[in-house]
């Protein structure tokens, strides 16, 4: 058996160097305080920046998870940003100026979009431009539209590099991203396409940031998940495998060549 990567911490930044064109991130699970950095309050942050101090409870673990469930089926790790800052000092999927108030607090959230932005640019370079960005995040049930998991690429536009040349989405097929979660049993929404996005989550400041549709950017998909599946061990467990599966579905669209696809692990 492999042995498991190691994750390397600076800045309360967790970080994992991989070699798959998939990168998983998770900005809203931390549960530290930065050295000197005080709570975050409404009227430290612009009236125009949206406010949540509340943690994405057990994201991390999952996002783990699924890195691990990836390396296991393939034999490569996927790269893998983590903030253990906690989203009451710093909010790392808003832009600067509503994540955190001015002073140490600076560091941190600069480090966490450095590292995004350093695994971003490799994925392009050694995968021909292209490439995967998961931002994980956990969203209570909504009542306007109840589901497990909602999907937010700002309405297809973080994603345009994957849905260039086809007739539908790629993610709603049968043997798309979406279209396997439901296979396994989840309720997703949107559930097919074209259905729009649920309003309030149609994806933050991470897709928007480096999504497809910026020149430097890659494919990004925000994915926000209901408490129940993240919470319950066995529930997590099953999920990280089912997802994991979903993205190597997707792979081989961001695979350059026949040489470079995931081998099976015997």
Not at 185 to 197: N, Q, V, W
């Amino acid at each position: 058996m492999m042995p498991a990567p190691s994750y390397e911490s600076v800045l309360l930044v967790d970080r994992l160097h991989g070699t798959l064109p998939v990168l998983l991130a998770c900005g809203h699970d931390g549960t530290k305080r930065p050295e000197g950095v005080d709570e975050r309050s409404p009227e430290g942050v612009p009236a125009r920046c949206e406010f949540n101090p509340s943690r994405d409870r057990n994201v991390a673990d999952l996002t783990r998870a699924v890195a691990e469930q990836l390396r296991r089926q393939t034999g490569e790790a996927p790269y893998v940003a983590i903030a253990q800052f906690h989203r009451k000092y710093i909010d790392a999927n808003r832009s600067e100026k509503c994540a955190f108030e001015p002073g140490p607090a600076q560091a941190h959230y600069r480090e966490y979009h450095a590292v995004l932005r350093g695994f971003v640019d490799e994925i392009r370079a050694e995968n021909d431009g292209i490439g995967l960005l998961l931002d994980l995040h956990g969203a209570r049930r909504q009542e306007d539209g109840p589901a497990d998991i909602y999907v937010g690429t700002e309405n297809g536009k973080t994603i345009t590099a994957l849905r260039q040349g086809t007739s539908e989405d790629v993610l709603y097929r049968r043997r798309g991203l979406v279209g396997l979660l439901q296979a396994a049993g989840y309720a997703m929404l949107p559930s097919k396409f074209p259905d729009r996005e649920h309003h309030a989550l149609t994806g933050g400041y991470t897709v928007e940031t480096y999504g497809s549709h910026r020149a430097a950017g890659i494919d990004a998909i925000q994915l926000e998940i209901a408490p129940e599946l993240r919470i319950d061990e066995s529930c997590r467990a099953r999920l990280a495998t089912a997802l994991a599966n979903a993205i190597l579905s997707l792979l081989p669209r961001w695979l350059p060549s026949p040489t470079r696809r995931p081998r099976a692990l015997r």
